[in-house]
């Protein structure tokens, strides 16, 4: 079975920084695509960011310039450097893998749990 684990979140002031961490745990010979995705009260969940196994990057464009996403794939880790925060960056952010293979079998949309970022204006 594939988990991934994320850390990293909490309470920081609007201008302030934090880095997610989010790690793939069980016997994987192969994640694919990678990213973070974000659900502010009342709103539905959205891209943030996300990373091809090549390095590739898309961003929202509500983040771009401010948050970096980068993965080790050694470490099986992906993870988000969130710089200049907002307010409105506030959400539960969530780890995800679009398609990972552990043990000769290929499992699909594989979300963390979440971690919580608030940010205080």
């Known amino acids: 079975q594939v988990q991934l684990v994320e850390s990293g979140g909490g309470l920081v002031q609007a201008g302030g920084s934090l880095r997610l961490s989010c790690a793939a745990s069980g016997s994987i010979q192969i994640i694919n695509v990678m990213g973070w995705y974000r659900q502010a009260p009342g709103n539905q969940r959205e891209l943030v960011a996300v990373i091809t196994g090549g390095g590739s990057t898309n961003y929202a464009d509500s983040v771009k310039g401010r948050f970096t996403i980068s993965r080790d794939n050694a470490k099986k880790t992906v993870y988000l450097q969130l710089n200049s925060l907002k307010p409105e960056d506030t959400a539960v952010y969530y780890c995800?893998?679009?398609?990972?293979?552990?043990?000769?079998?290929?499992?699909?949309?594989?979300w963390g749990q979440g971690t919580l970022v608030t940010v205080s204006s």
């Open positions: 995800h893998v679009d398609r990972v293979v552990s043990l000769g079998r290929m499992y699909f949309e594989v």
